[in-house]
């Protein structure tokens, strides 16, 4: 047995149904233009939609990544493959926690050797998430450039990692837990921050 | 040594009514109230019941060849433990004892441990290889007077040396103990009681059935040669039907159970844990009730230990691969309290008769199983029938520890025994 | 979950979680890099004390494209005429720093053993006549990519019962899930206590397969040893063939959508004809297939996290 002390659980996602605590620091409006915001500077920076694949990380990753989607065919007018990477069995704090079920890859049609993937996450906090989608993008296949979108950045890094694409930089402290609310899981769209220890999971 | 006098104070004989017992010289002096002259020594035994020293007809002390797993005087010592004064040891040791000098060893090892009286079981087939008559007639004739003759472990399947073993040993009023399992019903691979739990393990089963029809052979054979057979470790409510049928007929017919056939059931081998495989297996509930039933009523006719010590190597297998047999010599006497006498299903008279008794007409044996009186030889046991006792396998006179009643809590305990006016056990020791 | 030992040891819930993550572990199998790091600085030794190529090396590759260390240790012969018992065997190995040990033994019962004296995880890789619970797990992974949900599909079994471990694997891993199992079978091969089983389990029994074989969804025909004639449990094999093979005539009375199990190595013309494992309808390559993502996903959800529920 792994003792489970150390780092807790990337707080980057909340599977709690219930409204939780703490205060709303984006609503549903947010995350919209957020979204809309981060498609045109996907598209700007790569000079339209050529070769790019979006691929969301589950959870709640796989549905942002969905949405960006959509945002980005209604500005180009033609649909932007979409897929989803999981990121589980690569991730180093697998032993910390009891066994999570492995969730889907998919990948869409052409792959991803030479094209531009776009990571998209909800939250950007450690950067160990987006290290374990790296090394499982790498067994995938080659892609010629891999950008990072999340729709929040709370900061406390401890890789030297860095997102592309932000919704909103959100300064936190680590105590903090940041609760990103979707309507396809939660019901509602929004982003709260909560006290420390509370709901823990 | 024998010069020594004790005074039992107090005990209840065979459970009946108290006294004190004088003994000296190796036989009881006196019963009644007795004033203890200043030379004895005083045992109280205040609540105890005074039996007859116990005699057990199945016993493995595995010396000759296995002296890892038992020899004869940790064997002993674990019956003068268990209240025994009298065992009878099975042939299957190493050399087996098919000849009148392996018989007189026995006895010799027996005498020189001086715990308890060891007489031979002689092997009824040369090398228990079931194929022709070991020296039956030169065991009998030998020191030892062998009188009870046994494969035990294996079984005289064959139906015409069988008989001619019965036939055999009329001349010098011998008896076959026959270990009664049809080798193709159950073969050695068999290993669990067939039946829903051997289904669901995957365990080879053992049919109840394989033993039924030897039993019943057995008995048919008794008729037609009119000699003894006895059925060890009867395991199946079908034998002891075929057995009490037999009785009524007049056939001269005996048998006797086990303590964990009488307590244990086939349920305990669903961990695979070896130190419950045992031959015959532990059968289902109505076995066992069945099993009590015709002991209490006199169909079987003694209570007989199959006490099996095995190293624990060769125990430690998988189970269907694991050595068969489970300790008893310590034990036997509380599980038959436990769930014979405290139940009410027999007496302590009862209990006597069919641990010390029976068992020592059945083997022939003089100076065994006889009354608590005057003039008698001084083999007792005396037993707190209250004690509460948690079982500890290492707690143990026996070399081994296969001990299947590990953590259970059984009711009595024997608190001294005597084999001709010595105690052999005596305020929780052994006394050598 | 600490051990896999029975088929009986798995919850819906855990049943269900394993069978979802295999089919993760499927799509690896069809990459270019069919390479998972989770289980990586962990050891797993195959304990073999019988031969199997097949679920051995199913295991090894298993492992492997986890990441893990894997050893083949093979304890063939009875550890009793080495004169090693079991528990030393087990711990002369365990004692090399072992987290999981798959266990094959010829005797039912083994790997239970072990797990009382071992660490490590250990994982029941067939032992004697008793279960088989991987090959039970990928049986019902196969059965679901045909049917879906296994709730209330009609499964029937037949063949050798009494001496078959997948047989008592599917049976507790069937009926965890749901499915409605009749076991079919000469009475001379049925497992010994079969009524109080059935009884207590709810599953149905018949020695008739023509009764049964219109009204099955899946159809799982078990390997029959041609020694068992000399055991006397059945005459000749063409008598066995033309009362419980899946014959042609069979065949075309299995319902068009019904899915043809077998958990292999077959005997073709004894059980099943040519015909049956050949045809569309026969999932015995599906099978096969699943092997490895199934074994990858038990050791993973044995090996892979902290150990806690």
Redesign the interface.
Known sequence: ??P?HGPQPPAEASQSQTPPPGRSVLSGDDISRALRRIAHEILERNKGADDLVILGIPARGVELAQRLGAALEQVEGRPVPVGTI?V???RDD????????????TVPGDGIDDKVVVLVDDVLYSGRTVRAAL?AL????RPRAVRLAVLVDRGHRELPIRADHVGKNLPTASSERVYVRLAEHDGTDEVRIGGPKEEQR | MTSEMYVVRGAKVLGGKAADLLIEGGVIREVGTIDAPKKARVVDADGLVALPGLVDLHTHLREPGREDAETVATGSAAAAAGGFTAVLAMANTNPVTDTAEAADHILDLGRRAGLVDVQPVGAVTKSLAGQELAELGLMARSRAQVRVFSDDGRCVHDARLMRRALEYVKAFDGVISQHSQDPRLADGQACCHEGEISGRLGLPGWPAVAEDVIVARDVMLARHTGSRVHVAHVSTAGSVEVIRWAKAQGIAVTAEVTPHHLMLTTDLVEGYDPTFKVNPPLRPDEHVEELRKALADGTIDAVATDHAPHARHDKEHAFAEAAFGMLGLEQALQVVNTVMVQPGLMSWEQAAQAMSVNPARIARLEGHGRPLAAGEPANLALVDPAASVTIDAADSQSLSRNNPWHGRTLTGAVHATFLRGRPTYLDGEVQQ | MKHLLSAGDLSRDQTLAILDSATQMHDVQRREVKKLPALRGRTVVNLFFEDSTRTRSSFEIAGKWLSADVINVSAKGSSVSKGESLRDTVLTVASMGVDGLVIRHHASGAPAQVAQWVDAAVVNAGDGTHEHPTQALLDAYTMRQRLGDLDGARVAIVGDLTHSRVVRSNLLLLNTLGAKVTLVAPPTLMPSGIAEWSAAEGFATSYDLDEVIGEVDALMMLRVQRERMSGGYFPTPREYTVGYGLTRDRLRRLGPDAVICHPGPMNRGLEISAEAADEARSAILDQVSAGVAIRMSVLYHLLGGSGDE
């Open positions: 047995m792994v489970t999981d589980t069995m690569y697998l032993r910390r926690h009891p066994v999570r079920a492995a969730q889907p890859t090394d790498g067994d995938l296949g």
